[in-house]
């Protein structure tokens, strides 16, 4: 396979059918047109084999989880997402993998309605960058430095389940048929993250701040409560756990793993707690359940409470590069 046929490959199944891609994969830059008066969303991330996805991760969910991760950003800002650009670097033109890393990618870009628009594609160690851009109406942007003392502090869906994953991967298949449905719950939350588009959009009048967590929930809430000049008070009991996370972890590592693990790719947002209890009902109609964790305070940084009111330390708050 040829460069040109890999990039043939990937753009007759990820190019999409939006009406707004003027010119898509094929020219030297693609041109779409934005809706009027919108403001233009844009983010990118990477994954590195072995760093971001264990080495041997089947394609599909390689091509699943970069775009994945891209639009849990867009998310994050409560944008709608239309289109991305893909750089992929390959170790070989091996048609297999490409063909199901493009069904994979193109899996959850058509629950999107998402276009891929353009790319590159060279040789090298494995990784793939994608850049994603949404659109929202102009300053309705969800930020993170919005939270304001009083506000009622929230995340979405399930905490620890994709780091919990991780760790039993290598682990000695479970002996139960219900241990073995909850360990292939937490490695499809490892490896096929729902990007939380419909909550950021429902959010984008409601959140004073928003983040997506990827780093480990600590980790990210500490860039609220920098950004925004506040501390905040997590509830550890009142994080939220899956059936499957309950089953296989025990209590103690469990709630390290949600409040440190990475790869959730929940949405962690801070609102104005008058609104709660409707705000959380109309989250749960759409799908996207979020519970209460915690508050925002005067101060600084991010502490953590057990059930008796005692602080919680852990080893670190995320992961890190560098670190
Ligand atoms: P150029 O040499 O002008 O940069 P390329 O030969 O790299 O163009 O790419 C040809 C076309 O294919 C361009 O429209 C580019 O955006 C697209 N493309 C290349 N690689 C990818 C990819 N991995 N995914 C999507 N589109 C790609
Ligand atoms: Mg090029």
Not at 134 to 156: E, H, I, N, Q
Not at 189 to 203: E, I, K, M, S
Not at 301 to 312: H, I, P, Y
Request: aromatic residues 4%; charged residues 20%.
């Amino acid at each position: 396979m040829s460069e040109f046929d890999l990039i043939d490959l990937i753009s007759a199944r990820c190019a999409g059918t939006r009406a707004d891609v003027r010119i898509g994969i094929g020219d030297d830059a693609a041109v779409v047109s934005m809706p009027p008066a919108h403001d233009l969303v844009v983010c990118t991330d990477t994954l590195v084999a072995g760093v971001h996805f264990p080495h041997g991760t089947a394609p599909f969910d390689i091509g699943w989880k970069a775009l994945a991760v891209n639009l849990s950003d867009i998310a994050a800002m409560g944008a709608t997402p239309a289109w991305a650009t893909l750089a992929l670097t390959l170790p070989s033109a091996d048609r297999d993998f490409v063909a199901a890393f493009a069904e994979g990618f193109a899996a959850l870009a058509g629950l999107h309605h998402l276009a891929l628009i353009g790319g590159d594609t060279t040789s090298g160690p494995l990784s793939i960058t994608v850049t994603a851009h949404g659109f929202s109406a102009p300053g309705k942007a969800l930020r993170r430095d919005g939270a304001r003392v009083g506000d009622g502090v929230y995340v979405t869906g399930t905490l620890g389940d994709a780091a919990a994953g991780l760790r039993l991967l290598d682990a000695s298949h479970p002996a139960s048929d219900s241990e073995r449905e909850a360990r292939a719950h937490l490695l499809e939350r490892l490896h096929r993250p729902q990007p939380r588009v419909a909550a950021g959009a429902f959010l984008r009048d409601l959140a004073s701040s928003c983040i997506d967590v990827s780093d480990g929930l600590l980790a990210d809430l500490g860039h609220v409560a920098a950004r925004s000049g506040v501390g905040i008070e997590i509830d550890v009991d009142r994080l939220p756990a899956s059936n499957a996370l309950l089953l296989l972890i025990s209590s103690e590592a469990r709630s390290v793993l949600q409040m440190t693990g990475g790869d959730d790719y929940e949405l962690a947002f801070t609102a104005n707690a008058a609104d709660e209890s409707t705000m959380l009902q109309d989250l749960a109609r759409i799908g996207e359940a979020a519970v209460r964790i915690g508050r925002v305070v005067d101060g600084n940084g991010v502490r953590a409470f057990d059930a008796q009111g005692d602080l919680v330390i852990t080893p670190r708050h995320g992961w890190e590069h560098f670190a």
